[in-house]
Nanobody, 122 residues
């Protein structure tokens, strides 16, 4: 059973930066693609960024050029560096993992963390 625990959320002013972390445990020999998703109040869950087992990355258009997804395999940790934050980035951010990148990309990842709140004030 894979467990994912996010951290690093908080409150920041517009234009500021935050780095989210997602610590993974319980891995087997299966390799997982991973991603970050977010959900703002009253809205559906949105894909933010994904990273495949071959380290290919994708980004939502709204965050491209401002956010960077990366992972440290030695530490089993996924990161999301968020720069130039905007009030519209306010949401609960979730990390997810799945052996199938396609399924993860569609927001149907097998494993999910509990989420971390990011609040950006203007």
């Amino acid at each position: 059973q894979v467990q994912l625990v996010e951290s690093g959320g908080g409150s920041v002013q517009s234009g500021g930066s935050l780095r989210l972390s997602c610590a993974a445990s319980g891995y087997t020999n299966i390799r997982y693609s991973m991603g970050w998703f977010r959900q703002a109040p009253g809205k559906g869950r949105e894909r933010v960024a994904t990273i495949s087992t071959s380290v290919t990355t994708t980004y939502a258009y709204s965050v491209k050029g401002r956010f960077t997804i990366s992972k440290d395999n030695a530490k089993n940790t996924l990161y999301l560096q968020m720069n130039s934050l905007k009030p519209e980035d306010t949401a609960v951010y979730y990390c997810a993992a799945d052996p199938d990148l396609g399924r993860l990309y569609l927001g149907r990842g097998q494993y999910w963390g509990q989420g971390t709140q990011v609040t950006v004030s203007s």
